[in-house]
């Protein structure tokens, strides 16, 4: 009787299957590597989060002690303090979902932890390509590029990226769009 382990079947013929096929649907164009932002986005967010929940939280907690005493006072500071910290968690991941990808012809944008996306615009659709950045992004050395295009739904923007660096991604995208522009 033979007790060895039965040789392992081939694969079928034909096309390969990926073997993660979430990875394959959000992967950057072959040949290239997403381009990912700065780790001051996630930074930005918690400190975004911890003055909301701050704020948010103590006015809560004193309306809920006006009306209905210190024990819901308490247990509304607990949950502006477990928002906090489900936030601070996931303010690492979305920065680090965030990447692009100056193509040929095209930017490719992925992000997203719950909802996945990977966005791709091309270059002579592009009608308004600025930078954008708040006192607090100021203060973190980081901006936004805003890509506004012809249909009003498929504006985007890659966020978290040092200021430098955005200035750089603004010229090379308004470049390419006047050398790509369609005649809009």
């Given at each position: 009787m033979d007790t060895s382990d039965p040789a392992p079947t081939p694969n079928p013929p034909g096309p390969s299957r990926p073997e993660r096929p979430l990875a394959a649907a959000f992967a950057p164009p072959e040949g290239t590597s997403w381009t990912?932002?700065?780790?001051?986005?996630?930074?930005?967010?918690?400190?975004?989060?911890?003055?909301?929940?701050?704020?948010?939280?103590?006015?809560?907690a004193t309306l809920a002690y006006a009306w209905a005493g210190p024990g819901w006072a308490a247990a509304t500071g607990g949950a502006a303090l477990a928002v906090l910290a489900v936030a601070w968690f996931l303010a690492g991941r979305f920065q680090r979902s965030w990447g692009y990808v100056e193509g040929t012809g095209e930017l490719y944008l992925t992000y997203g932890v719950f909802?996945?996306?990977?966005?791709?615009?091309?270059?002579?659709?592009?009608?308004?390509?600025?930078?954008?950045?708040?006192?607090?992004?100021?203060?973190?050395?980081?901006?936004?590029?805003?890509?506004?295009?012809a249909a009003s739904t498929a504006d985007t923007r890659v966020v978290g990226l040092p200021l430098a660096e955005a200035v750089e991604l603004r010229a090379r995208l308004a470049a390419r769009s006047e050398s790509f522009s369609t005649g809009l």
């Open positions: 990912r932002v700065s780790p001051a986005l996630a930074l930005y967010r918690r400190l975004v989060v911890a003055a909301l929940c701050l704020v948010g939280g103590a006015a809560a909802l996945r996306q990977l966005v791709v615009v091309p270059y002579g659709r592009m009608q308004v390509v600025d930078v954008t950045a708040d006192l607090l992004e100021q203060a973190l050395g980081i901006a936004t590029v805003r890509l506004r295009t």
